[in-house]
T-cell receptor, first 112, second 113 residues
Framework: DGGITQSPKYLFRKEGQNVTLSCEQN?????MYWYRQDPGQGLRLIYY???????QKGDIAEGYSVSREKKESFPLTVTSAQKNPTAFYLC???????????FGQGTRLTVV | GQQLNQSPQSMFIQEGEDVSMNCTSS?????WLWYKQDPGEGPVLLIA?????ELTSNGRLTAQFGITRKDSFLNISASIPSDVGIYFC?????????????FGAGTILRVKS
C-alpha cells in the first residue's frame, strides 16, 4: 500500500536529550514537510524539502534539524535547544507541482 | 507570516443539522484545501479547490473558493456523529522553493446525537 509512515506513534524523552522522529513515504513524492501541532492551534511549519539534499526552514525551525538524503525519507531531530518540545508532530508529502499534501499518522512527543 | 483566520473555533450541534465554517486571510492563495483530523491521527484531505469562485462537493460536504482568493467556506449537510473532529482549512502559496501550505487554527466539531 502506498502511504506515508511516521514512527514511533508515541515518544518520551528526557529533558536535554536529542530525539529523531522518522517519516517515510512510498508515494514517490518530491516534497516533504514537518509540522508541529499544539492544542488550540493550527499546524505550524517546521521544515520543508522540495528535492533530495535540499530543505528550507519553516516558521518555527529553531531547535529542530532535518536531513533529506533519500527521496522517501525526511527525519526530524528535536534538539535540546527546543525549549518546549512536547507536541504532536506531523509529516506530510506532496508531488512536485501538485497542491495536495498527504499526512502521516503523527508522533506524539512528550518530554519527561 | 501569512495567517488564516478560521471560524468558528468550535461548534456543538444537533445530529442532522447543517454546519458551516470559513477561513479568511489578507493574503491571496492559489489553492484552498480542507482537511479533517480525528483525535490522535493525521489530517485527511476532504476537498481541494483550485480556481477562484469554484464550488466543489464531496458527498455531504461542499466547499467554495472565494472570488477574491482570500477566503473559503466549508458546509456539511445533515451532520452525523462520525463528523466529529477538527476541520482545518489550508491555503497554498507558491514560493521560490515550491509550494507552502498555511493552516487555520481549526474548527472543533462536536455532534450531539
Amino acid at each position: 500500500d502506498g502511504g506515508i509512515t511516521q514512527s514511533p506513534k508515541y515518544l518520551f524523552r528526557k529533558e536535554g536529550q536529542n530525539v529523531t522522529l522518522s517519516c517515510e513515504q512510498n508515494l514517490n513524492h518530491d516534497a516533504m514537510y514537518w509540522y508541529r501541532q499544539d492544542p488550540g492551534q493550527g499546524l505550524r511549519l517546521i521544515y520543508y524539502s522540495q528535492i533530495v539534499n535540499d530543505f528550507q526552514k519553516g516558521d518555527i525551525a529553531e531547535g529542530y534539524s532535518v536531513s533529506r538524503e533519500k527521496k522517501e525519507s525526511f527525519p526530524l531531530t528535536v534538539t535540546s535547544a527546543q525549549k518546549n518540545p512536547t507536541a504532536f508532530y506531523l509529516c506530510a508529502s506532496s508531488s512536485q507541482g501538485d497542491t495536495e499534501a498527504f499526512f502521516g499518522q503523527g508522533t506524539r512527543l512528550t518530554v519527561v | 507570516g501569512q495567517q488564516l483566520n478560521q471560524s468558528p473555533q468550535s461548534m456543538f450541534i444537533q445530529e442532522g443539522e447543517d454546519v458551516s465554517m470559513n477561513c479568511t486571510s489578507s493574503s491571496i492563495f492559489n489553492t484552498w484545501l480542507w482537511y479533517k483530523q480525528d483525535p490522535g491521527e493525521g489530517p485527511v484531505l476532504l476537498i481541494a479547490l483550485y480556481k477562484a469562485g469554484e464550488l466543489t462537493s464531496n458527498g455531504r460536504l461542499t466547499a467554495q473558493f472565494g472570488i477574491t482568493r482570500k477566503d473559503s467556506f466549508l458546509n456539511i449537510s445533515a451532520s452525523i456523529p462520525s463528523d466529529v473532529g477538527i476541520y482545518f482549512c489550508a491555503g497554498q502559496l507558491l514560493y521560490e522553493y515550491g509550494n507552502k501550505l498555511v493552516f487555520g487554527a481549526g474548527t472543533i466539531l462536536r455532534v450531539k446525537s
